[in-house]
């Protein structure tokens, strides 16, 4: 397995709209290990592949404390949608940067396995936000977007201080 550099905001790739997946092969079992590597070691609770540069609808998600819980989604897509809930998020690709975010409290989500074989999953709370936040990446939409104009700019700058820091 190999760690993967995360792109970060302002970088333009991350608003590129990922493809479907068809070809489940050994190169895309290894993406999938190599995601799931860089996530545990950042550490994080999601992944999508845009973040990666990897431009297919991918996703890899652990909310466990153990890291023991490693759930895949390719090609998601959001059939249901219900309440509303905000919640303080996070992003790897905006480290050290925490906003709250209004969504839906409870998403039913079609997707295929790291194998291809379709799934539908019902979640709600911490793992409906992760689905929503996630499915955004791979559709070029982040996090910041749900904010205000000014909020995003002081984003923006404090993460181009830090970049220079380094
Ligand atoms: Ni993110």
């Not at 989604?73 to 219900?82: A, C, G, M, Q, T």
């Not at 790897?92 to 379709?118: C, I, M």
């Amino acid at each position: 397995m190999a760690l993967l550099e995360i792109l970060e905001y302002p970088d333009p790739r991350l608003r590129t709209e990922a493809q479907p997946i068809a070809r489940f092969d050994k190169a895309l079992q290894k993406q999938i290990d190599d995601m799931f590597e860089t996530m545990y070691q950042a550490p994080g609770i999601g992944l999508a592949a845009t973040q990666v540069n990897y431009h297919h609808q991918l996703i890899v998600i652990d909310i466990s404390d153990d890291q023991k819980s490693p759930l895949v989604l390719i090609n998601p897509k959001i059939v249901k949608k219900e309440g509303v809930e905000e919640r303080e998020e996070g992003c790897l690709s905006f480290p050290g940067v925490y906003a709250k975010v209004q969504r839906a409290d409870r998403v039913t989500v079609e997707a295929l396995d790291r194998n291809g074989q379709p799934f539908t999953l019902e979640a709600d709370e911490l793992l409906a936000v992760c689905i929503q936040h996630e499915i955004d990446h791979i559709e070029g939409r982040l996090f910041v977007d749900y904010l205000s104009p000014l909020k995003r700019e002081r984003i923006k700058k404090k993460l181009k201080k830090l970049n220079k820091g380094r």
